[in-house]
């Protein structure tokens, strides 16, 4: 193993790294979003620390508290041939400027006849279980991955981070990085300097042939342990991880499904509506008479994100749940 | 008056005779039913847009709304291909795929129509950004309606390109109307310009049907803005005659002021100054209205004989590269 590969960072320093090489890369990449300069703090994960002090603050622009017209600043940027890069502190507040991402971002290269591509991306931060209540912990991946014209990205791991987040800063769409709150302090391999993940391409965690569950964000890594642990007991678990929710890679999921027969779908977001229930739809269109038992979601509870501590770590999926619905599947 | 104001004015006349002419051959073929679309009328705000663009090079932004066929005009973009994509052909600014109220023409600077009141200020910041960062020196004009300044967009905008210094100017185009609702029953401000008070910038209001007036104010803001003095916001007063819609009875609307509206009709009042001041004669001013139908007519022949778009547009441009695995594993 190479010294490199043996260094191990934190998803903040994940997305710092990738923001950094992005911008020493390329000069049309800017950031912008509230508190985002060194003056403010570089950011409330100080996922932004060091930049405006290396780039300047033309580059690294702190924003007043305005969704709306952070994102809309950059769809008109993106469109003016910029890779705007905006930081919407919490997901929840992108609720703000969804008008800007929905009916402007995703489809100015459509209703342009493919003149103008809005080449922005917006890294947002969210997730239960820091006791932040009902309007700063909400995944809502599903809302935006149901846009036609969006790419919505959710990282596993930090190097995962760090690729994905290149490859949405790079890429010509707008796309939606969504990071986890809980993780940003967590520790993995880093990659080589430089290294993209490619985007809508789903990525087989681990191989195994008896059931297929799929998840991404917080929860793979969890499955995988709880598949380490399977493996003790002769279930064989492979584990997809999205990385990218949309473009769905339609065709790493089902493969897999046709090979394994069974499936469990694992997220952190709501059950109803969700991502789960687009997978499930899916397998079932392509492989419901291939299926050896019925496809089960995981999710978090159909509910707001409560606040005590009692009551949210029973709203967030539960991956005893998971393995119960894997050793019925596969009895 | 200058040799410079004469040739303006005159410029401003030629391009509103052909937003008129364009509107005016529209809303027919609407009437006959060789067009069926919905279309949002700009009869009566012909002369703000063309004063307001003469300041703009190709290069220079323009946002707009879907009441914008006379911004679009105004900016340079081609009559032809305008006409095209309001006939859903092709051949049209957008493949066909936009419509007349999702108008893109970037070679002219016609960078965005939106159909969401307000939308376009936040972009229009983004698009000065991009030139306050590169100093590109464009300058980028947002227009919108009076309605749109009671949106939150406006405010996060405008303070957004204060704060910033950005080279853009907001021209509100104040109709006296958003949708249905007269100007009083839906703003609090007496005046639009004064709402630039509250973010520290300049606020000017002026007669939007009179095009010296609207020449000078835009050609300040405009000034400012490429100076890098940050932005300004003009109010420029207007009427709509024609109503919110294609089709609109406009029974909100109150009788004596649509008429005393109608008698101030600023393309025929700007050619009676044109005349009465010695700018050009009657002459002049009909070779320049005869040139605009001719272009109008030819336009909308050019549209008419264009061929619609392919089925395979339908799921082209929604990303750049096709990202999707249709493929099913067999």
Known sequence: MSAASARKITFQQAYNEALDEAMAADDSVFVLGEDVGDKEGGGTFKVTSGLSTKYGTSRVRTTPISEQAIIGTAVGAAVAGMRPVAEIMLMNFITLGLDQLVNHAAK???????????????????????????????????????????????????????????????????????????????????????????????????????????????????????????????????????????????????????????????????????????????????????????????????????????????????IPDVESAIRKACQ | MADSDRTSLLSVYRTAALIKAADEKLRGLLTSGELAVAYYSPRGQEVLAAATSAHLDAQDYLVTTYRGIHDQIAKGAPLDLLFAEIFGRVTGTCKGKGGPMHVTHPSTGVMVTTGIVGSGLPIAVGLATSSSIRGDGRVTVVCFGDGASNIGAFHEALNLAAVWKLPVVFVCQNNLYAESTRYADGTSAARIADRAVGYGIPGERVDGNDAAATLDVVGRAVARARAGEG????????????????????????????????????????????????????????DIEAEATAKVEAAAAFAADSPLPGVAELTSDVYREAVYHEEVPA
């Open chain 1, 108 to 318: 100015l290269r459509y209703m342009s006849g493919g003149q103008t591509g809005v080449p922005l991306t917006v890294r947002t931060a969210t997730g239960a279980g820091g006791g932040f209540g009902g309007q700063h912990s909400d995944m809502l991946e599903a809302w935006l991955a149901h846009v036609p014209g969006l790419k919505v990205v959710v990282p596993s791991s930090p190097a995962d981070a760090k690729g994905l987040l290149l490859s949405s800063i790079f890429d010509d769409d707008p796309c939606v990085v969504i990071e986890h709150t809980q993780m940003y302090w967590s520790k993995g391999p880093a990659p080589e300097p430089g290294v993209r993940i490619p985007l809508g391409r789903a990525h087989i965690a681990r191989p195994g042939r008896d059931i297929s569950v799929i998840a991404y964000g917080r929860p793979v890594g969890e499955v995988l342990a709880l598949a380490d642990r399977l493996a003790g007991d002769g279930i064989e678990v492979e584990v997809v991880d999205l990385r990218t929710i949309s473009p769905l890679d339609e065709r790493t999921v089902l493969e897999s499904v046709a090979r394994t027969r069974r499936a469990v779908i694992v997220h952190e977001a709501v059950g109803q509506f969700g991502v789960g229930a687009e997978i499930s739809a899916r397998i079932g269109e392509e492989l419901h008479g291939d299926l050896a038992s019925p496809v089960v979601r995981v999710t978090s509870a159909n509910t707001p994100v409560p606040f005590s501590p009692a009551l949210e770590s029973r709203y967030l999926y539960q």
């Open chain 2, 231 to 286: 932005p300004t916001l003009v109010e420029a007063v207007t009427y709509r005659f024609m109503g919110h819609y294609f089709g609109d009875p406009g029974a909100y609307m109150d009788a004596d002021e649509y008429a005393a509206a109608l008698a101030r009709d600023p393309v025929p009042a700007l050619r009676a100054r044109l005349i009465a001041d010695g700018v050009a004669d009657e002459a002049t001013l009909a």
